[in-house]
């Protein structure tokens, strides 16, 4: 079992930054891949940013290219989502995920084992 805890959700104004943080348990988190998606109203849950096991390889959504960065630290259990010029379309429920079968990246939901209870993005124009 493994349990994932965010943080670091909250109210910006467009073009600010927040940092969310995305705490494992378990001693095996270096080998999961990990992810963030995110879920506004009314909308599907999507992926926004994926990263291997090693943090070697990441990869994103193109809206959020260039203004987010997905990071880990395996010796915390902790995988972190930088989230820069934020825009109103950023407004999300912010969830992280843990792949724990095979070492490719992925954008797919059902790829995912375990989910974090989310943390809330508000961007304000």
């Known amino acids: 079992q493994v349990q994932l805890v965010e943080s670091g959700g909250g109210l910006v104004q467009a073009g600010g930054s927040l940092r969310l943080s995305c705490a494992a348990s378990g001693r095996a988190f270096s080998a999961y891949v990990m992810g963030w998606f995110r879920q506004a109203p009314g909308k599907e849950r999507e992926f926004v940013a994926g990263i291997t096991d090693s943090g070697g390889n990441t990869f994103y959504t193109n809206s959020v290219k260039g203004r987010f960065t997905i990071s880990r630290d395996n010796a915390k259990n902790t995988v972190y989502l930088q989230m820069n010029s934020l825009k109103p379309e950023d407004t999300a429920t912010y969830y992280c995920?843990?792949?724990?079968?095979?070492?490719?990246?992925?954008?797919?939901?059902?790829?995912?084992?375990?989910w974090g209870q989310g943390t809330q993005v508000t961007v304000s124009s």
């Open positions: 995920a843990a792949k724990i079968t095979g070492w490719a990246l992925s954008r797919l939901r059902s790829d995912y084992d375990y």
